[in-house]
Each structure stands twice: as structure tokens, then as C-alpha cells.
């Protein structure tokens, strides 16, 4: 459970390792995008989301109830925070990594709101408890993702 809850011990890098997570969460959706794009992505988070509810449920049960070496919910907010570059590069026929600026800003973004926690991410984290440790990191990444796409829409003159 230790291997799974921590991404395969990525979670005990230090420092802050929750941004290790994040970044490790990067070439991860990489993969998976070019495995079998946006609609692959789109049910593995889901899958993934309740893969994490379970190992931090089992690896929580006594003590801390959101050990920082605990990563999988980043690596589903950080999915999350992603989606508007992978249905975005299908949806354009691009390569996923022409879409660069997605990726940096959700990563960026991503972790500000799962630091910040700010409104419902912050209401999550203080649920104490599994489904709270993945919630918070849920809300971060629609956040991300939310800011994201409106950042991409003034990039593009859409929204000016």
C-alpha cells in the first residue's frame, strides 16, 4: 500500500514532496495521452482517484490522516489540471507537447491551489480524513484547470 499511496516511493523525496508527485504525475500523463489520448486519460484519473481513496484510507488508519509522503492525489489533481491540454491538442490535432503552455501553467496552478487551498480545497483538506485527502487535491486541479483554460482563451484573443 506504502508503494502505491507514496507513487512508488516518490513521496518520500525531499524537499516538498508533494511537488515531486506533481512533476512525476507529468510524463506519467504523457504517456497515457500518447497511449490512447484525452479519452484514456479522462476514466484512468477516475480510475486512479479511487485506487488513492483506498491505499490512503489503508495507510492512514492510525496517525496522520494526510502524511506528505502520500502522493497519489497529486498525481489525480495534476491529471485533473491537464485535461484542457489533453482534449485540446485532440480536439486541434496537435501533438500534446505543442500545447506546452497547458502543462506548465497547470503544473504551476495546480500547485498554488494545493498549497493555497483555497474555498473548496481548503474545505476538503479539513474533512481529516481519506476522501478529504483526495478531494483537496481534486479541487485544486479543476481550479487549475478552470484558470488554465481561461489563460489559454486570453492568449488566444478569444476572450479579450
Known sequence: MRAIASLFYIGFLRPAPGTWGSLAALPLA???LTAGGFWLLLPLTF????IGLYTTSQVTHEGDHDPSWVVIDEVVGQWIALFPVGYGAAMMGVDYLALYPGWISG???FRL???WKPWLVGKADRRGDALGVMLDDVWAGVFAAV????LAGFAHGVLM
Open 30 to 32: 504523457w504517456l497515457v
Open 113 to 115: 491551489f494545493d498549497i
Open 107 to 109: 503544473f504551476i496552478l
Open 47 to 50: 480510475v486512479l482517484f479511487f
Open 147 to 150: 484558470v488554465s483554460i481561461a
